[in-house]
């Protein structure tokens, strides 16, 4: 029985007696086996489905009002990697004229502290160039090994620290404000059940709710700029209404004592 290009099971029948199975029973058992293996992946789709829906709601409620960028980006990138169910997920944002990343699921945080990105640096940056095409906003490959655009040196730090020794599979699509790319969101190596690599890499399904997830991050991320303009120039007013405040104390004090001529 094989799903997801993995054989998940077997399907054994014995005979009372020697040689009783004839070919045509044995394309009846394999048709049988085709049937539990699409029952299977009819489940599956309907719980990631289900697991989807979920995933945006609880998103859409801590993005409503996010308070603190830092771990808002981490709680983003753990529940991607969970319900992606990939190796490793990162988010960087655009700091200083590079994508710098500031937060990471499926390795340590302070592993790799200064991993960043600069123009024309690899397939993570290449999700800040925007195209033409439907999904015109994402960098997927599941052969990455085999791309001559990926970071050699990169990939020798990942390969040598992930669980699976491997980086076979990569999507990566960019924060938004506006047109502006303002971040990237990236996932490596999509994962069985059973924790193995998938064969078949990642889906377009996983392309699609990554771009979603990273629509709705990108919303926050506004509106955490937003929310701290905001604060400093309630700051500055403040500061001006004290300052002026003050003066006209100065000035009142100084009109009440000053000597009559």
Known sequence: IVFEATTVGVLNV???????????????LTILADKTATALETLEQREHRRATLELLHELGLQLMVPEDLPKLLQL?????RKHLNCEVATIYLFEGGRFR?????GLPEDWFPDESYGTGEGLTWRAALLGDAPLRHAVADNAVTDNAVARTAVLDRYRGRVPSGRIAHLIAVPLLEGTRPVGVMRVLNRLTHGGRLLPAGFSDADTMLLTTIAS????????????????????????????????????????ENAPLA
């Not at 014995?14 to 009846?28: I, L, Q």
């Not at 983003?76 to 991607?80: E, F, G, I, R, W």
């Open 14 to 28: 014995e005979p009372n007696a020697p040689d009783r199975f004839s070919e045509r029973d044995v394309d009846f």
């Open 76 to 80: 983003t990138a753990d529940l991607t």
């Open 101 to 105: 990343r500031r937060a990471i699921a």
């Open 216 to 255: 709705q991050l990108s919303l926050a991320i506004a509106n955490v700029k937003k929310r701290q303009r905001i604060q400093k120039m309630s700051a500055k007013l403040e500061n001006q209404v004290r300052v002026r405040t003050e003066e006209a104390h100065r000035l009142a004090s100084f009109v």
